[in-house]
């Protein structure tokens, strides 16, 4: 390790700031890096946590790419969850652990956007136990998807394949990645401690393994509270 | 499109293809659990053709569900974790069909178990330090300790014996703390348990607890070990757990509260002096209470009976069913308690889908020396505990992080844990006891009781998969 703390780190640290050289270090130093010191991509999702605040109203930023990009393929999956509404809200109601779920058509992509409470794997199985058909038809029009079908012979399969989907939600204070980089690769995390400035390097390097993160775990206005409580507490029922 | 590879059920129940202790328990008064590490594979690949072969030699049988005439000296069964199964040869394409729970192993899944801080693996003694070397849990159920020695030489000869654990079966089915324990088993189909005759619960599908039949979850299959067949099918997976139960805290902790709660306002609508004598001879106000703390904790009063068909008495009259009760909104058993929480039958709980479906096995046997109140000492005690089911994430998992610790299911408790067996702390603790007005007292300022001090995931293999890992070659 040392060897690479040398001269060739210190000149990686700097390259944000080095406008001149962006174009050779986009062609030629990154890519030499990530073959030099690669980083495995971070498991998407929040993590567990002993604090039961952390394990309520929690963020999934489920990212399916289409299996056909074109207007055509587009407008095919707008109408598959068109179609479906009606389950939805029924999956929501028996499942009782989710804040809200919507979908967006971003490009290529076919984005679920949705806040819940507790186990990630429970949510999941449990959306697949009422509404599984709903996932089966989604799944039709995704890259990857018909593996998958039906859902619910697929469980354990599905899980997986939304958890590697889901963003990577990056650590409000810079500084924890690395723990989560040494994690990854199975190292005692901060052993030894890492040069702070090698932060812009190792988050360059980890948005190569995963193009697109979400920025923190979502920000609260208030404590959390599970959404049977919200429910409970202005009576609507749970 | 739609993959047919997988999910090939099974059609026939065959108790002779299903290790014993799974779908009905032994009722042995020892136990001892053979922690193994494959030091020597082909020893071991001989050691497993001999215990499921029809002349195994000096080597212990495993032992099968089939019902026996005469009750054996001694029952042989074994369970492997994903580094065993590794060790013993199976490919890589092979080991990557087990769930990702089992893959990973119980040290990793720590933080969702509620293993961290005095029960996190990192703590552990050995053997269970260094989980690489954790290959199998051998477990020989016997009537006498002298049968469990001769067997453990036997297997010596053959695998690195890397720790042992001893438990034993107290008086009355009792367990640390003091409570009866072995209780409530999910109930199956094909199966029959005399003891659970007049369980009016509904019964399960044989998918709960074995591999490669239909589930609790409506439409829902779990996927197999592959080849399914040969590996899969009748198998299932436990959670091998060894839990340090503080008798001398819990017992202070009664103490403190009773006394706490003599002195409270509401005390006379969760105990009227003129009730004591229901609790029978030689009870003061003040013990009687340490009863009901206890009880509204557990869900049951220590001799068993339910909280929920009881909650004035330890001792009804006329006499309650042990297993036939529901929860419902005014239910006297709080929201809270370990039994309620672990199991929430038909109860209101905020996952409409879940109500029965995170069913487990459990078979548990106690460690460690006696515990006498009257003389309260700090040896380690607690239980030796094997949580069963088919799928660990669906399960055994599920029950521990969202019901027993978090508290989901319900948002009256939501943000507390278990009070007997969560993740607590003196100073973020709470438990809502139930009055009989409907109103409530919250106990605060209990400490962590359980803690884990060992344990693997283990894959409990049908006959045939012993067989199909003894034929294993490379
Ligand atoms: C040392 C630790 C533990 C102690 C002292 C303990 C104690 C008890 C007792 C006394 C009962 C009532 C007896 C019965 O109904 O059979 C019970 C029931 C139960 N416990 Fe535990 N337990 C422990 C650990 C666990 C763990 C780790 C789990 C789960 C993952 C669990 C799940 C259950 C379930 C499912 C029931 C039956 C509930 C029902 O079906 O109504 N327990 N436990």
Known sequence: MSKTEGWFARYVDTLQSRGWFKFVSKYIVVPYWIWRAPKPKLPGGPRVSPQPSDNIQRMMNLIMPLKDPSPIGRATAVSVVAQNVDEIFAGLDNVGTVHFARFLLLDDKLCMISAYDGDFSNYIRDFIVTVGSVFDEIMTQIDGGDDLIPTEHNVEKFIEWVHEHDLFQAPDYPTHMFALQDEAIGREPNKPPHMIQSLPRDLILQLHANPNISLGGGYRSYPGFTAAQVRDKFGVGW | ?474
Request: aromatic content about 10%; hydrophobic content about 35%.
């Open chain 2, 1 to 474: 499109m739609v993959n047919i590879e997988t999910n090939i059920q099974n059609t026939k129940y065959r108790p002779e293809d299903i290790q014993g202790n799974i779908v009905r328990g032994y009722n042995f008064k020892y136990v001892r659990h053979l922690i193994l590490e494959v030091s020597d594979v082909k020893a071991a690949r001989r050691f497993l053709a001999a215990s499921v072969s029809d002349d195994s030699g000096d080597v212990p049988s495993i032992t099968r569900e089939t019902s026996w005439k005469k009750k054996p000296e001694s029952c042989f069964n074994i369970g492997f974790t994903y580094e065993g199964l590794k060790a013993l040869g199976l490919s890589r394409k092979q080991l990557a069909s087990f769930p990702k729970e089992f893959v990973e192993g119980m040290t990793k899944r720590a933080l969702k178990i509620g293993d961290f801080g005095e029960s996190a693996p990192e703590t552990w003694p050995a053997p269970f330090d260094q989980p690489d070397r954790v290959h199998i849990v051998a477990s020989v159920h016997a009537k006498n300790i002298k049968s469990i020695d001769g067997i453990q030489d036997i297997v010596a000869r053959s695998f690195n014996v890397i720790g042992v654990r001893d438990g034993r079966a107290l008086d009355k089915g009792k367990i640390v703390f003091g409570y009866v324990d072995g209780i409530s088993q999910p109930k199956l189909k094909h199966v029959h348990d005399p003891s659970e005759d007049k369980d009016d619960q509904p019964i399960n599908p044989l998918g709960v607890v074995l591999l490669g039949y239909p589930t609790r979850l409506e439409g829902v299959l779990f996927s197999l070990p592959q080849p399914e067949k040969e590996l899969g099918f009748n198998g299932t997976f436990n959670a091998f757990r060894v839990l340090s139960q503080n008798a001398a805290e819990f017992e202070t902790y009664l103490t403190e509260a009773a006394e706490d709660l003599l002195k409270h306002k509401d005390i006379d609508h969760l105990l009227p002096a003129k009730e004591v004598k229901l609790f029978g001879k030689g009870h003061t106000r003040k013990s009687a209470i340490r009863e009901i703390v206890a009880a509204q904790m557990l869900g049951r009063w220590r001799n068993g009976v339910p909280y929920e068909t009881s909650p004035d008495t330890p001792n009804p009259d006329p006499e309650v069913s042990l297993t036939n009760f529901n929860y419902g909104y005014k239910s006297r058993c709080p929201v809270g308690a370990h039994m309620r929480r672990a199991n929430p039958r038909g109860g209101p709980i905020v996952q409409h889908v879940a109500n029965r479906t995170r069913r487990i096995v459990r078979r548990g046997m106690v460690y460690g020396p006696d515990f006498d109140p009257s003389k309260p000492d700090n040896e380690e005690r607690g239980l030796l505990g094997n949580f069963i089911g088919a799928n660990l994430g669906a399960q055994f998992e599920a029950i521990m992080y969202d019901w027993l610790n978090l508290g989901l299911q319900h948002p009256d408790i939501t943000g507390s844990n278990d009070p007997i067996l969560g993740a607590n702390s003196r100073e973020t603790s709470w438990f809502d006891l139930t009055l009989k007005n409907g109103g409530k007292i919250r106990l605060r300022g209990f400490p962590r009781f359980i803690t884990s001090r060992g344990g693997a995931y283990t894959f409990l293999p049908s006959i045939r998969a012993v067989k199909y890992l003894s034929d294993l070659s490379g």
